[in-house]
Each structure stands twice: as C-alpha cells, then as structure tokens.
Nanobody, 118 residues
Framework: QVHLVESGGGSVQAGGSLRLSCVAS???????LGWLRQTPGKERVGVAR???????AYDDSVKGRFIISRDKAKNTLYLHMNNLKLEDTGMYYC?????????????RGQGTQVTVSS
C-alpha cells in the first residue's frame, strides 16, 4: 500500500524559504516522485519531479528557485523552496506515478499548505 505524508508547509514572506518533506513508502521503485501544486480555481500541476535514477525536472515557474531531492535511507522526498513568490501560494502534494504518465494516474498525499505573503 502506498503511503505519502507531507509536512513542512506554512506561512512565509515573499523572498523567504521553506522545505517540504514527504515520507513515502509502498510505491514501486521504478516510479517517479514529484511535487504538485494547486492554487484556488486552477488545476493541480506538477512543479518538480525526480525519477528512480535521480534525474530531476522542474516547471519553468520554479526553475532556479526550487530543488527536489530525496533521502532513500529515510524514505523521504523533499522540496527546497527558495525566493518564494506570492504566486507560489497553494496546496502542495507529494505524488508517485509511472514516469511520463500523468500524476493523476498515480498516488498523492493529503497535501500541505504554503502561503506566501508580501
């Protein structure tokens, strides 16, 4: 059974940093792990992804500011969020899915809220 549990969200001023964590277990080792963001009135979109070989990919909106990483020994996925902007506000979900398939085809956690204020 796949379990994905996020933590680390909160409120931060623009320009600040946050680190999200996701304890992930039970997913096939070939799956990609990622972080999704959903803002009110918009679809949930992937912002960062890491595959089983450690290759990463980012949405243009977060490139150069966010870093996805994982600690296999701790079964934990991270999202290091730097230079946060107002538009980064949203619910962030940890996700696991077959690489190159839509995230909605896989699994996701309950989410953690990030609020960026001016």
């Amino acid at each position: 059974q796949v379990h994905l549990v996020e933590s680390g969200g909160g409120s931060v001023q623009a320009g600040g940093s946050l680190r999200l964590s996701c304890v992930a277990s039970g997913y096939p080792s070939t799956y990609c792990l990622g972080w999704l963001r959903q803002t009110p009135g918009k679809e949930r979109v992937g912002v960062a992804r890491i595959d089983s070989d450690g290759e990463t990919a980012y949405d243009d909106s977060v490139k150069g500011r966010f870093i996805i990483s994982r600690d296999k020994a701790k079964n934990t996925l991270y999202l290091h969020m730097n230079n946060l902007k107002l538009e980064d506000t949203g619910m962030y979900y940890c996700a696991a899915a077959v690489c190159n398939r839509g995230w909605e085809s896989g699994y996701r956690g309950q989410g953690t809220q990030v609020t960026v204020s001016s």
